[in-house]
C-alpha cells in the first residue's frame, strides 16, 4: 500500500455541518497519520500509520451517506 485514489472521505447525510470528514495526510489518533482510504465492493476503509507500522482504523459500509473526493494526481 503506497498510494490512494481516493483523497478525502466524509460520512454523514450533511456535508458541512454534520458529518465526520477524513483526508490524506491528517493527524488523527495518538499522532497517526491518516494514510490509505480504500474501497472494496462493500466498504470503505481507512488506515493509519505512525513511523513504519500501518494498521486498519475504521470501516465505513457503503450504506452509510458517503462523499467521495478523488486524488486528482495518482
Same mark, same amino acid.
Request: glycine fraction near 6%; include cysteine; hydrophobic fraction near 30%.
Given at each position: 500500500?503506497?498510494?490512494?485514489?481516493?483523497?478525502?472521505?466524509?460520512?454523514?447525510?450533511?456535508?458541512?455541518?454534520?458529518?465526520?470528514?477524513?483526508?490524506?495526510?491528517?493527524?488523527?489518533?495518538?499522532?497517526?497519520?491518516?494514510?490509505?482510504? *480504500?474501497?472494496?465492493?462493500?466498504?470503505?476503509?481507512?488506515?493509519?500509520?505512525?513511523?513504519?507500522?500501518?494498521?486498519?482504523? $475504521?470501516d465505513?459500509? $457503503?450504506?452509510?451517506?458517503?462523499?467521495?473526493?478523488?486524488? *486528482?494526481?495518482?
Amino acid at each position: 500500500m503506497t498510494n490512494s485514489v481516493i483523497r478525502k472521505i466524509t460520512i454523514g447525510k450533511d456535508y458541512k455541518n454534520d458529518s465526520m470528514h477524513y483526508a490524506i495526510g491528517q493527524s488523527v489518533y495518538g499522532g497517526h497519520t491518516i494514510c490509505h482510504i *480504500l474501497e472494496d465492493e462493500y466498504k470503505y476503509s481507512i488506515y493509519i500509520s505512525k513511523g513504519d507500522i500501518v494498521i486498519p482504523w $475504521k470501516d465505513f459500509n $457503503k450504506n452509510m451517506a458517503v462523499s467521495v473526493e478523488y486524488d *486528482l494526481e495518482y
